[in-house]
């Protein structure tokens, strides 16, 4: 059986991971800086949470969520003592696309309304309700095209308060960081604003944290900076460090109903006991300032490289926008100096999603590299 030809390939079979490298058939061995898409968050393979997950897959890997799991409720206290952010409850799940479809669910049953407000150069995922408020034409199809949505400027308060006055609208969705967009923010102004229009007009302000939650940007949630609230936040990628598992967390003034939300894998016990493992090791090795700390050093290395027009995004979460197209650039990185970079829909932008527990010494490998390309 052949597979569904739908991704376009490296000509490179990884086979082993270890923190911040993977390693091919041969024992080629490549840096990742991309993080599988910004999944690894604690690095590959790490050992406590290879033990974690064999230790609970001898146990019980899952059954349904109709019987009692003391693993979700270890992972929600954990989650919330992490993170920080209280007065929320989790509802998890296996993926960000299912994230956010769940998250647009419970702002449309607790307004009453359909209407949906996203913004330009938005990536929220492919499921149906989702992929229609994603900015890419090409990744919808008829089936997707029937959702009540909106497009808006992003970082347009103006825009946004026309919009949300004519009263229909149950949610605005955004990222704090744009990820797949090319890792533009907007200011804490547009977002506070977005949030006081939100809630003068019972509009549930959703922040997908799906890439830039998890401790990426150096603070536990991209939002965090920008002092707002939202309603709903969605994560996903980082939560499981490669074990599918999402979630949403949702204000405690929306009453939850029985039937209102469900899935058969969301929070089975295997993802919870990767999700504990995640949380445990980012306190443990305080990965959230390291992202930080790492930071620094990557942009203040990359001001100096003439080339590069404009420094992106925060903590390791980070846009390179050069002069030029890239695509040559990262293929030259990872054929002839093993490493991986990501792309984004701006065709300049390199983007560095690194695992949380890289350190300075791996970057400047990068900038040798990287100074030898250009
Ligand atoms: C911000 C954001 N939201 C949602 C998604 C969709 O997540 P998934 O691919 O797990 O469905 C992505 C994936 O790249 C993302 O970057």
Known sequence: MELFDVYPLYDI????????????????KYLDLYGGHAVISVGHSHPEYVKSIQDQVSKLAFYSNS???????????????????????????SSGAEANENALKVASFETGKERVIYFENAFHGRTSGVVSITDNENIKAPFNLNHNVKKLAFNDAESLKSEIEKGDVAAVIFEVIQGVGGLDEADSEFYKKAADLCQKNQVMLIADEVQSGYGRTGDFFAFQKHGIRPDIISMAKGMGNGFPIGGILIDNKIQAKYGMLGTTFGGNHLACAAGISVLDIITKENLMQNASEVSEFVKAEAAKIPQIKKIKGRGLMIGLEFDFEIAALRKELLFEHQIFTGASSNKKLLRILPPLNIRTEHFEVFFDSLKSVL
């Open 67 to 93: 019987i009692k799991n003391p693993l979700q409720q270890v992972l929600a206290d954990k989650l919330e003592k992490v993170s920080g952010v209280k007065d929320y409850s989790l509802f998890l799940c």
């Open 13 to 28: 079979t990884p086979v082993k991971g270890e923190g911040c490298y993977v390693f091919d058939q041969a024992g080629k």
